[in-house]
Nanobody
Framework: QVQLVESGGGLVQPGGSLRLSCAASGSIFSRYAMGWYRQAPGKQRDLVAAITSDGSTNYADSVKGRFTISRDNAKNTVYLQMNSLKPEDTAVYYC?????????????WGQGTQVTVSS
């Protein structure tokens, strides 16, 4: 069974940066595309960044140019570098394995990591 553990969130001022990590276990990590999702209070969970098994990336318009997704297959870990953070980036961030349409594959989500952008 795949397990996903997110970390790295916190409280940051607008314009600041954070780096999130997601450690995956229980599957052959390198074979799967991975995605970072976020869910703000009262809103649906949305995919904001994705990376394929060969390292191609894609981003939601709202984070393009500010966020960078990367992966280390040797460590079974995917990262999300978030720069120029805005209050509207405040959310719980989750990772998951994804299919070629960006749909999550692992039904059991991790606990997520809270990101709060506030002065």
């Amino acid at each position: 069974q795949v397990q996903l553990v997110e970390s790295g969130g916190g409280l940051v001022q607008p314009g600041g940066s954070l780096r999130l990590s997601c450690a995956a276990s229980g599957s052959i990590f390198s074979r799967y595309a991975m995605g970072w999702y976020r869910q703000a209070p009262g809103k649906q969970r949305d995919l904001v960044a994705a990376i394929t098994s060969d390292g191609s990336t894609n981003y939601a318009d709202s984070v393009k140019g500010r966020f960078t997704i990367s992966r280390d297959n040797a460590k079974n870990t995917v990262y999300l570098q978030m720069n120029s953070l805005k209050p509207e980036d405040t959310a719980v961030y989750y990772c998951n394995q994804i299919d070629n349409r960006g749909r999550p594959l692992v039904r059991s989500w991790g606990q997520g990591t809270q990101v709060t952008v506030s002065s």
